[in-house]
């Protein structure tokens, strides 16, 4: 569906809740066409990604380990964008 999506599975160490978090968020944007909701239909964004999250946690407890890392990193583990964020490094 969308190639930008953030692999999560058979990261070293594991992948973080913001970051499964994100990646759910990520989802939503891109099916809905809504980046920025407005505040009528905000509470159904933020469940649909908490919902997509608790999919994705319980998805990736079932899954095999990975043979490598995926060949991208998550943006939330690439320095410039936690610096652009206002987060401290990793």
Do not use: H, Y
């Not at 969308?2 to 913001?18: F, H, K, S, V, Y």
């Not at 079932?62 to 998550?74: C, H, I, K, S």
Request: net charge positive.
């Amino acid at each position: 569906m969308c190639r930008n999506i953030t692999e999560l599975r058979g990261l070293q160490p594991p992948a973080t809740e913001d970051e499964i978090t994100a990646a759910a968020a990520q989802f939503i944007r891109k099916v809905t066409g809504i980046g920025k909701p407005n505040p009528s239909v905000a509470p159904a964004i933020d469940e649909a990604v908490q919902q997509i999250a608790e999919i994705t946690r319980e998805l990736l407890a079932q899954l095999p380990a990975r043979r490598g890392e995926p060949t991208t990193v998550p943006p939330l583990r690439r320095p410039e964008v936690r610096a652009r964020l206002g987060l401290g490094p990793r």
